[in-house]
Structures are given as structure tokens and as C-alpha cells.
T-cell receptor
Framework: DAGVTQSPTHLIKTRGQQVTLRCSPKSGHDTVSWYQQALGQGPQFIFQYYEEEERQRGNFPDRFSGHQFPNYSSELNVNALLLGDSALYLC?????????????FGSGTQLSVL | AQSVTQLGSHVSVSEGALVLLRCNYSSSVPPYLFWYVQYPNQGLQLLLKYTSAATLVKGINDFEAEFKKSETSFHLTKPSAHMSDAAEYFCAVAYSGGYQKVTFGTGTKLQVIP
């Protein structure tokens, strides 16, 4: 049973560009959350998708957007990249009906903005 | 708003010594509490979780944590540190009305000295 998979593992972009990160949740999971982890910091909640809709959003600008597909996979898009967007982006999946159930994390996408 | 505070960004212990990582939470409603571990260049892995059952929670690799409502604490302990425990540890909180939005602390990096 595959866990949470993210692609790509590493990415280098320049300021002003746009980037798309992808996530496939653990088999059977229907909820996907995205986190940004800056160097030396804890993960910061970006947003969460359930039933192909954004259900919750953290304190991130509209440059950050996402999508969830019918197969529960998800994309994170960041427009007009800034140097400060350089971070590890983590995807986590879970079951919507299992409050308190643990999040399963992927290994992340390391984004570097030059 | 819910939050967690981890006391000590770096903790060093000798191999075989007690591990104690501190976490205090702030939540206006009964919380769900978690400890996650992150090894270099990897995603986060759940060590243990508290979901209002027993206040003493046992996790993987002999880690345990005790929920103390009077102290709003959820400290992580392990009787005897192993070299393989060297990693970064994150305390996290969620609450039942939060659709599984998990808020992480800033992390504590554990160093194990041989």
C-alpha cells in the first residue's frame, strides 16, 4: 500500500515564475492538506481539500491556490514566486470522518526560489 | 485560537539518558494533541496522539506523553535515548471543530551524544 507520494522532490524556480506541486494521498484517504515548512520552522497550514473543494485556509495569500481531483489527488499552485516562498512543501492525507486520526505525510517537495 | 509552544529549540542528551521534550498548548476547547518526528529530508511521522481517552499515551519506539489539563502540557518522554532518536520533534494540536486543521509548534531538535 503506497503512502502519500509527492512530486517533484526538488524544484528550482526564479522570482515571478509559477509552480505546481502534486500529491497523491494514501489509498483510501479523501482529505488532503498542504503545509509549508520553512527552514528551521514547524509546518504552517496552507489549506485543506475535501470533496474537491477548499474547506479551510491558513494565513497565506491568494497566490497560493490548489485543486483536488475526483481521485482525491491534489495540486498546489503558487504564482508570482517570491524568495520567501523557498521552503519544503508537505502534503498530508487523512480521512475526513476520523477526527483525531493521524495525518500521513509525504516526503515533501523542496522548492528553491532564486 | 489554538497553538502549541515547544520549550527549547535544541535538546542534547547522552545515550541511555531520559529524553524530555516540553510542549504546552493553548486551546479554548478540548484539544487533540500529537507528537510527530521528522528525520532529515523526510516528511513527518506520528509518534503518538491524545484524543481524550487515557491521559498517559504510549507511542512508537517507547515514547510516551502525558496530558495534564491543569498545566496545559503534553510533554514527550522516553526512558532511555538511542542514537537513532536524533531527529526533530514537533508537538501539534487540533480540535474537533477544526476539520482536522493541525497546528504545529516550532520544533525541538534532539541530539543524542554517544
Amino acid at each position: 500500500d503506497a503512502g502519500v507520494t509527492q512530486s517533484p522532490t526538488h524544484l528550482i524556480k526564479t522570482r515571478g515564475q509559477q509552480v505546481t506541486l502534486r500529491c497523491s494521498p494514501k489509498s483510501g484517504h479523501d482529505t488532503v492538506s498542504w503545509y509549508q515548512q520553512a527552514l528551521g520552522q514547524g509546518p504552517q497550514f496552507i489549506f485543506q481539500y475535501y470533496e474537491e473543494e477548499e474547506r479551510q485556509r491558513g494565513n497565506f495569500p491568494d497566490r497560493f491556490s490548489g485543486h483536488q481531483f475526483p481521485n482525491y489527488s491534489s495540486e498546489l499552485n503558487v504564482n508570482a514566486l517570491l524568495l520567501g516562498d523557498s521552503a519544503l512543501y508537505l502534503c498530508a492525507s487523512s480521512l475526513e470522518l476520523s477526527m483525531g486520526e493521524k495525518l500521513f505525510f509525504g516526503s515533501g517537495t523542496q522548492l528553491s526560489v532564486l | 485560537a489554538q497553538s502549541v509552544t515547544q520549550l527549547g529549540s535544541h535538546v542534547s542528551v547522552s545515550e541511555g539518558a531520559l529524553v524530555l521534550l516540553r510542549c504546552n498548548y493553548s486551546s479554548s476547547v478540548p484539544p487533540y494533541l500529537f507528537w510527530y518526528v521528522q528525520y532529515p529530508n523526510q516528511g513527518l511521522q506520528l509518534l503518538l496522539k491524545y484524543t481524550s481517552a487515557a491521559t498517559l499515551v504510549k507511542g512508537i519506539n517507547d515514547f510516551e506523553a502525558e496530558f495534564k489539563k491543569s498545566e496545559t502540557s503534553f510533554h514527550l518522554t522516553k526512558p532511555s535515548a538511542h542514537m537513532s532518536d536524533a531527529a526533530e520533534y514537533f508537538c501539534a494540536v487540533a480540535y474537533s471543530g477544526g476539520y482536522q486543521k493541525v497546528t504545529f509548534g516550532t520544533g525541538t531538535k534532539l541530539q543524542v551524544i554517544p
